[in-house]
């Protein structure tokens, strides 16, 4: 009898993994059920031959892990849909693709791939093997393509969600690039004048004016910190990698990740574009699983995990646990705070009309074109906003290392 590996969710929400005997996997979904479990991931424990990728003259090239980069992983999609459509069977349509592919990893992960559906497991299992390669919602959709026959629509389907996703981050990251930018160049400037500049008038001052004669406050602070970063630069090192560590350590902590999720989802100027990707993703994604079968409970405990963003999670997690007492989506997810009033009306207006999946997908359109907008309103603020701060921070040295001229004037002409 077949082993399989399953990750559920129980009645109280909490994710678990476990191992479950069965004759099918059908028979070890019901299983899972009549123990209160509600399976969102479930393929077979097959042992699998590793396969090695080779490049010229038949070396291994892959040194690492095989993993398929999302942007390869998109092509591979699309062209499997179009192999499939144009009525190729799905062993063969695997092989072309890894025969034709140029990077070893892909190669690689792919005849893995063919040799397990070979062996006889279903393609969602196959892939279920290479999980770095292909996340839960490939999967799922794929296990979907597999139920209702039409793989080569929800392989099309999930090649488009995937370019779209694609699309709007890159959108948002080349927002963020230009700040980042413009902000280390301010602090390396800064920086420049602390340490090679700021000393040199110390001396001055003191030659001119004499080591006792009291300077205006701004100027005794300006010297001070220059000395301190010139003398002790090894705590403002530390001190910049214990916040780093701190971050870092943060980041994987579940409140912290929280933490900083809410102050991204919440942060002036960039905020909206983080809640408007967000709402657009978590739209996207669940009408892109409905539309293509997967029940909605598994939907969204799906949505949830690959949300990317915790306080959109914890907001999923509650609708998921109000529809599973029975409850629709709009009313629940109202009570979270966390979308908009228009995507809450929308998603109303959804589940009355029975049209729910078509109106998440007109929400992540909209929400898409939203962004769009927003980095363009975005780019065309932040410039000014940067040059003004940086002004002012040199602005203030400058005026700090001048105050005390007018002295030195005074004394050499009298």
Do not use: H
């Not at 062209?79 to 349509?93: H, T």
């Not at 034709?100 to 062996?119: C, F, H, R």
């Not at 770095?132 to 794929?142: A, P």
Request: aromatic letters at 6%; proline letters at 5%; hydrophobic letters at 50%.
């Amino acid at each position: 009898m077949p082993q399989y590996l399953y990750t559920a969710m129980d009645n109280s929400g909490k994710e678990r993994k476990g191992k479950i005997e069965a004759v099918s996997e059908d028979a070890a979904t019901l299983d899972l059920r009549a123990k209160g479990l509600y399976v969102t991931s479930l393929r077979v424990a097959v042992k699998v031959q590793k396969t090695k990728a080779k490049g010229k003259g038949g070396m291994n090239m892959n040194l690492g892990p095989m993993v398929i980069k999302r942007k390869e992983l998109t092509v591979v999609t699309r062209q499997l849909a179009i192999l499939l459509e144009a009525g190729l069977p799905l062993i063969r349509s695997l092989r072309t693709l890894e025969k034709q592919a140029k990077n070893p990893a892909v190669q690689g992960v792919l005849g893995k791939t063919s040799d397990i559906v070979e062996g006889g497991a279903t393609f969602a299992e196959a892939l279920a093997q290479s999980p770095k390669s292909f996340d839960k919602l490939y999967l799922n959709m794929v296990r979907a393509g597999e139920a209702s026959g039409a793989m080569e629509t929800i392989l099309d389907r999930l090649a488009g969600f995937m370019e779209k996703a694609a699309r709007i981050t890159g959108k948002v990251k080349s927002a963020m690039i230009y700040p980042c930018v413009i902000m280390s160049i301010a602090i390396l400037a800064v920086v420049g004048l602390m340490v090679f500049i700021v000393p040199n008038f110390r001396k001055i001052f003191a030659d001119l004016l004499g080591p006792d004669e009291p300077l205006p406050g701004i100027t005794e602070f300006l010297i001070a910190m220059s000395d301190s970063m010139v003398q002790t630069w090894y705590y403002w090192l530390i001190g910049l990698a214990v916040i780093i560590i701190a971050f870092k350590i943060a980041a994987k902590i579940p409140a912290g990740k929280f933490g900083i999720d809410w102050c991204t989802y919440n942060m002036p100027l960039f905020g909206p574009i983080v809640m408007k990707t967000a709402v657009s993703r978590f739209s996207r994604t669940l009408g892109t699983l409905m539309s293509s079968g997967v029940p909605v409970l598994s939907a969204l405990a799906i949505v949830k995990e690959t949300s990317g963003n915790e306080v959109v999670a914890k907001a999923v997690q509650d609708v998921y646990s109000a529809v599973k007492e029975g409850d629709g989506i709009a009313v629940p997810l109202g009570k979270t705070k966390v979308f908009p009033e228009m995507v809450i009306s929308m998603v109303e207006v959804g589940e009355e009309t029975g049209k729910l999946p078509e109106m998440l997908e007109k929400i992540a359109n909209t929400f898409d074109e939203e962004v769009d907008n927003s980095v363009s309103a975005l780019t065309s603020l932040i410039e000014p906003l940067m040059i003004v701060g940086l002004a002012g921070i040199v602005g203030t040295i400058v005026i700090a290392l001048f105050l005390p001229l007018t002295k030195i004037i005074e004394k050499m002409s009298g």
